[in-house]
């Protein structure tokens, strides 16, 4: 849901970041598609595609037949296939009608640019939606303790502890056992490890995606209550 402020002229959804702080447009990166008159969901075109055969809807669209009015498969090709969902120009898509290149990245319409890489993508395929009003503050995922002496205390143990016992990464983030950098105040996971870039000092995999220590997020007042019962914390 959106507020109307949010939106941007016509009522388009605005633009989002992506984890390396490019701007981009929702309407860039979903494919064209027909809706069904009873639902209004988008339909999917499926191609069967195989190895052996080495024939794709784009070079041949004579060796292709309509099983259904939105499923296109193979003629003459065994039972084990793996499915690959096109739009209405042929163009590949996830089953959330993402247009995706051969890895399964999300990329542009125009220029096939990786916006979104596969790993990066939630389960069902969504990319994380980042928008320049999405609210996001250090404080929630940081330690009481300087990340210089976690940083040496990793280096010396192995593993280092915030002032509460906490768990804590080279930089000072929470984590729990599986490196997962998870909030302040009830332990739950903000970033899995897979979204974790690697510092340049440690060459861990342990920080932030850039966009959340960027400063173009919004940022959350000292005033709100959250960041006061963090702030009382370091005290």
């Known amino acids: 849901m959106f507020l109307r402020e949010q939106l941007v002229e016509k009522g388009d959804i605005p633009e989002l970041f992506n984890f390396d702080g490019m701007l981009y447009c929702a309407k860039d990166i979903v494919g064209h598609f027909s809706r069904d008159k009873k639902t209004s969901k988008i339909m999917l075109l499926q191609q069967k595609e195989f190895e052996k055969a080495r024939i794709s809807f784009k070079m041949d669209p004579s060796l292709l037949l ?5 499923n296109y498969m193979l003629e003459a090709t ?7 969902y096109l739009d209405t120009s042929g163009r ?8 995706i290149d051969d890895e399964g990245n999300i990329v542009t319409r125009s220029s096939s640019r990786i916006i979104w890489k596969k790993e990066l993508l939630r389960p069902e395929g969504e990319p994380q939606k980042i928008f320049k009003f999405t609210e996001f503050s250090m404080s929630w995922v940081r ?3 300087e990340p210089e002496q976690a940083a040496k205390a990793i280096k010396e143990t192995g593993k280092a502890v915030d002032y509460e016992q906490r768990p804590v990464n080279d930089l000072g983030f929470l984590v ?3 490196g997962n950098i998870v909030d302040a105040m009830q332990g739950l996971v903000v970033f899995p490890q897979r979204f974790l870039e690697i510092d340049r000092r440690s060459r861990k995999q342990v920080q932030l995606p850039y966009i959340f220590r960027s400063g173009k997020l919004l940022q959350i007042p000292m005033s709100d209550p959250l960041e006061n019962e963090l702030e009382l914390r370091l005290q």
């Open 66 to 70: 309509i099983k259904q009015q939105t």
């Open 78 to 84: 065994p039972e084990e296939d793996t499915k690959v």
């Open 92 to 99: 590949r898509v996830n089953k959330q009608g993402y247009l």
């Open 143 to 145: 330690g009481l303790i």
């Open 176 to 178: 729990d056992e599986l």
